[in-house]
């Protein structure tokens, strides 16, 4: 019923589901470093854990813990780093 | 190197992780009635979509909404109804 990915030799993995909010995912990151791309606009929230994020444009990396959130825009990449096992919400709109 | 579990003929998919906060999941739950068994305490956070519960012992039920908590004790089993898909993250102490 519920489709699941996994991306970064299984490092990443998420689950698609949608309700009210959009399409979503939520999902768990291992400690890694990813660049990501967007194909929506992207609304990332930390749900455990932790993420350094550097956001498309930006030099400058930004912690976010859980229930912090930052916003993506359509069509860029952006790049994460975690040390800890980190799971996170992802609404596509 | 995350294991998912599917649970009630896969309306319920989690994830599987561990940090400093200790053991979770992350997981969806599709619509639906489901009774759930701990073997640990448990504190459940909703992360999208609303969760109405009847802990263990109670005749009530309550709902939850993104970011709201609810702990359930070890060796308990709690109800729980959804209207829409909804994720969770779940830490067992």
Known sequence: MFKTNSYFDDKVISIAFENQEGKATVGVMAPGEYTF???SVEFMTVV???MHVQLPG???WKNYKPFETFK?????SFNVKVTTDTSYRCIYK
């Open 58 to 60: 930006s030099d400058d």
């Open 48 to 50: 455990s854990g932790e």
């Open 37 to 39: 791309g967007t194909t």
């Open 72 to 76: 993506v825009e359509a069509e860029k």
